[in-house]
């Protein structure tokens, strides 16, 4: 396979609810996309850096100037056998994984547009249909956080996860365990607590979670290791997991019991499929998180939880609860009982809406040879 071009688009989408974390708020996306154009075709990837470097060390602006100067270049005009060579291809370059991750993962679907062969079949999916659940965020109010919940509920995702941070933890779990006592529940503080607060994380023991994500420093193992050990409730990464060396040192540890695998915080498909295997023999379950990605991101989150020890519920739902109107058709939608069906057509198996993200557009920029 060879690229001809690469474009580089930064689309601006308001979010359809506000979406609120210990971290900060996020109401506007500015994402960056990536068109390939090879062989007579084109395949779409997508940044998940967020608007600020908040959540991990990238953003969208970081993540554009090394696409543009650093990735982009080193893969435009080269013969490329397969979506498995990229990551020697950019592998000069430390660190970066998400803007690593957007290229890497359109040379993925590129193959399976050629090979055609559906995305998910490419990456070894076995799975016909994946269990959704959804993360909500933090709300102006617990009597509107209860009313979500119902929401979802009713519309059938089979797991709640709620962010939390001091202030927005126990009464809030109480509240709603009494409500539900018996709904798959986890919670995710992205790297709100310190080990000062293990007493008071120990005693959520008592809400039955099915895990607590992420509580402590986002680059740590070791005091999530001590925490763990204090603990009944599976600590699951998120943040700490850049890699396959990671997950083999965090499980090794003790540090979790679960991992969520972002394929955009891994570095892209490679080493995600990676981290998935590595979990897998060691029998830790894995799920796929998400970051509030368009449907360009979020099929590839579809056809990458298909594998098979993407065991529990996903953060991957519908597209109707992020956007007006989404970027790919049909949208993607979750079934009554809470699942998405893996689509069995070649590549993403949804279409891309090029005019819309022609209007969404605020930048633009082609590399070529
Ligand atoms: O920690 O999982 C996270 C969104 C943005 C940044 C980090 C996270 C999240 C989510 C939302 O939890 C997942 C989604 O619905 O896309
Ligand atoms: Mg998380």
Not at 152 to 177: H, N, S, T
Not at 228 to 239: N, V
Request: some cysteine.
């Amino acid at each position: 396979m060879k690229i001809d071009a690469i474009v580089l688009r930064e689309i601006q989408m308001p979010l359809a609810h506000p979406f609120e974390t210990s971290f900060g708020l996020t109401t506007m996306r500015r994402i960056m996309l990536v068109e390939l154009q090879a062989e007579g075709t084109t395949a779409w990837g997508e940044c998940v850096a967020g608007e600020h470097p908040y959540f991990s060390d990238e953003m969208i602006d970081t993540a554009w100037i090394i696409a543009k100067t650093e990735l982009a270049p080193r893969l435009v005009g080269v013969e490329i056998e397969n979506g498995g060579k990229v990551p020697d291809l950019l592998k000069q370059v430390r660190g970066h994984r998400m803007a690593k991750a957007s290229l890497e993962n359109a040379v993925w679907e590129l193959e399976s547009i050629l090979k055609k062969v559906p995305l998910a079949q490419l990456l070894g999916g076995v799975r016909d249909s994946i269990p959704c659940g959804v993360s909500i965020g933090i709300q102006p109010t617990p009597e509107k956080l209860m009313e979500k919940i119902e929401t979802e509920l009713a519309a059938g995702y089979q797991r709640i996860k709620l962010k939390c941070k001091p202030g927005w933890d126990i009464e809030i779990f109480e509240m709603v365990r009494k409500r539900w006592p018996q709904i798959l529940l986890s919670c995710d503080a992205n790297s709100a607590y310190r080990v000062k607060d293990s007493d008071h994380i120990a005693s959520w023991d008592r809400f039955n979670l099915l895990m607590i994500e992420q509580p402590l420093w986002y680059d740590d193992f070791y005091f999530h290791s001590k925490l763990q050990s204090r603990l009944k409730t599976r600590i699951c990464l998120d943040e700490s997991i850049r890699n396959r060396r990671d997950a083999l040192a965090a499980i090794d540890m003790g540090s979790c019991g679960i991992i969520n695998i972002k394929v955009g915080r891994v570095g892209g498909f490679s080493e995600a499929i990676a981290v998935h295997n590595v979990a897998a023999e060691r029998g830790i379950p894995v799920w796929c998180g998400g970051m509030l990605e368009t449907g360009i991101g979020r099929a590839q989150n579809i056809a990458l939880s298909s594998l098979e020890n993407f065991r529990l519920p996903g953060d991957v739902s519908a597209s109707k609860r992020y956007w007006a109107e989404d970027i790919i058709e049909p949208a993607v939608e979750v079934s009554s009982t809470g699942e998405i069906t893996v689509p069995t057509t070649p590549g993403r198996g949804f279409e891309v809406k090029t005019g819309l993200i022609q209007k969404l557009t605020v930048r633009e920029e082609r590399i070529t040879k």
